[in-house]
């Protein structure tokens, strides 16, 4: 897990531009998602996404990537995702993203970030 400095913490907690929801079973936060919308350009970014390792594979990703486009309503959302992460990257491409470039030594550590993207027609 990368640190985010504080400031980009506080604004994904606070900021009334960026749509937060969350996965609960039995009262306990399972997931997580945040995503930004930047209104100048019409372009959303899903900032943070996470599971717990016990709920992988349970289809909440998917439902909470899917609550966070609709709410957020764009013609494009983009996010960033490890190299590495290759079960991130499936699940991205299966909910119709695509890369677009790549951030170099963009994490702590000096690994890559891929930029995906995913475009929606009639929003």
């Given amino acids: ?26 009262g306990k936060m399972v997931g997580f998602v945040a995503g930004e919308i930047r ?19 349970s289809g909440i990703a998917t439902a909470l990537i899917s609550s966070c486009e609709m709410q957020m309503n764009v013609k494009k959302i983009k996010l960033a995702v490890r190299r590495s992460n290759d079960a991130a990257i499936c699940l991205y491409f ?6 677009t470039s790549v951030w170099e030594k963009y994490y702590i550590g000096g690994e890559d970030a891929l930029i995906l993207e995913k475009n929606f027609e009639g929003v």
């Fill in 94 to 99: 299966k909910l119709g993203y695509h890369q």
């Fill in 1 to 26: 897990m990368d640190a985010w400095p504080i400031w980009d913490v506080l604004g994904i907690l606070s900021l009334p531009s960026v749509i937060r929801l969350k996965a609960v079973i039995n």
């Fill in 39 to 57: 209104k100048h350009d019409g372009t959303g970014w899903i900032a943070t996404l996470a599971v717990t390792s016990n709920e992988r594979h």
